[in-house]
């Protein structure tokens, strides 16, 4: 059994080491439990109900969000920190892989190869410190509907997904989502891929120009609170202004445009929505330049 034993990110960045993992599990046969997960956990079907956020998937018959909590500690700060000491990793038939990008070299980690399998199909416990750079691209792609199923929204939210594309598609041929990253990103990479509001009405316009044939409707999702004056002249419905909720609304769009993040990444994956990355604003694009992520 494989347990993740460290929170890499926010939403994005944790669907895609759980979802990586995920797809490794199903081809080599093991089991994984994610207690880093626990955020999240009530969004999704296949862990709603389980306390320890396994795949496969099995409820529990208690649950409670505080001792998820409690257990996600007693693993990162209980057992983590034991990782070093070889007596302790025996006595309790435990392997701990160190992979960070302060550890390893390169880009990400395969997990196809032969000796991570074999830790992972053992008979120990395999605890992942950090699940950042563990990738595995091909059976991602393989198992990428067994995948999605296991991470499709609970009633609940998704309705609430069907509820706003349904408006967002009255009187539009074309839906284009625009994920506007502010917040943050004015801080991350030195604001690198921070842009205004304005610089986003821009980019809008410059794709509804590509083709004035359609009838064009912009879908915006944004983690701040937007000026809708500066959309003026265009043809736009705003998100929930909820996490999951606009993840997976821009899931159900034509096309995607927004800066480098996992957020847009993971709702081109699971609706194999073409995307374009931002990164530059004032880049030209056409609809050849939007590709589907996989993973």
């Given amino acids: ?32 439990q ?30 409670s969000p ?50 991570y399998i074999h830790l992972a199909t053992s008979n120990n416990l395999l605890i992942i410190k950090d699940g950042w750079l563990f990738r595995d691209f091909k059976n991602l792609e393989k198992h990428a509907d067994q995948v999605r199923t296991f991470f499709t929204p609970i009633e609940k939210h998704s309705s609430a997904v069907t509820n706003l594309i349904s408006k ?3 009187e539009c ?19 690198k891929f921070y842009f205004t509001t304005s610089e986003y009405a821009a980019v809008m316009k410059r794709f509804a120009a590509e083709m004035p044939e359609k009838r064009i409707k912009f879908l915006i999702c944004s983690n701040e609170k937007q000026d809708e004056g500066v959309f003026q002249g265009l043809c736009y419905v705003m998100g929930n202004n909820h996490q999951l909720e606009d993840m997976y609304a821009f899931a159900q769009c034509d096309f995607l445009i927004g800066p480098p993040s996992s957020y847009t990444t993971w709702a081109s994956f699971y609706g194999s929505v073409p995307l374009f990355t931002l990164n530059n604003i004032t880049a030209s694009f056409s609809p050849d330049d939007f590709h589907i992520a996989h993973g």
């Fill in 1 to 32: 059994m494989v347990i993740i034993g460290k929170r890499a990110g926010q939403l994005g960045n944790r669907l895609f080491v759980f979802a990586h993992i995920i797809a490794n599990a199903i081809e080599y046969k093991y089991e994984v």
């Fill in 34 to 63: 994610n207690p880093s997960f626990y955020g999240y956990s009530q969004y999704f079907v296949g862990t709603r109900n389980d306390f320890f956020c396994r795949y496969p998937a099995r409820n529990t018959r208690w649950f």
């Fill in 66 to 115: 505080a001792l998820q909590v409690l257990f996600y500690r007693l693993i990162n700060k209980g057992l983590l920190p034991l990782s070093g000491c070889n007596r302790v990793s025996k006595l309790l038939n435990i392997t701990f892989l160190d992979i960070t990008p302060k550890t390893y070299s390169e880009e990400c980690y395969d997990m196809t190869n032969p000796d």
């Fill in 168 to 170: 967002a598609r009255k």
């Fill in 173 to 191: 041929e074309l839906l284009v989502g625009i994920h506007i990253r502010q917040g943050d990103y004015k801080r991350w990479q030195g604001g």
